[in-house]
């Protein structure tokens, strides 16, 4: 079984930065989009990132400019380097894979991290 292992959340003042990390938890046989989403109670699941095993990028308006997401294939590890963090930026935030755990698979299947709290104040 894969489990996503997510880092780097905390407590920073509006304008600071965080980075998070999102690493597998053994080799893995192929990953293609992987990605960050976020979650404030009461409100739905938004999606911040992803990137493509090409390195194609996408961003929620609100982050552009403002966050990079980022991946190392041979550490099947993710990144979110948040910079410039505002109070609303405020959410748990979750890390997902598109990927195939054995070569044997023929279709890529979900995985999620447990979650990371980011609390911005201002």
């Known amino acids: 079984q894969v489990q996503l292992v997510e880092s780097g959340g905390g407590l920073v003042q509006a304008g600071g930065s965080l980075r998070l990390s999102c690493a597998a938890s053994?080799?893995?046989?192929?990953?293609?989009?992987m990605g960050w989403y976020r979650q404030v109670p009461g409100n739905q699941r938004e999606l911040v990132a992803t990137?493509?095993?090409?390195?194609?990028?996408n961003y929620a308006d609100s982050v552009k400019g403002r966050f990079t997401i980022s991946r190392d294939d041979a550490e099947n590890t993710v990144y979110l380097q948040m910079n410039s963090l505002k109070p609303e930026d405020t959410a748990v935030y979750y890390c997902y894979a598109d990927l195939r755990v054995a070569r044997w698979l023929s279709n890529d299947n979900r995985y999620w991290g447990q979650g990371t709290q980011v609390t911005v104040s201002s």
């Open positions: 990137i493509t095993s090409g390195g194609n990028t």
């Open positions: 053994r080799s893995i046989f192929s990953i293609n989009v």
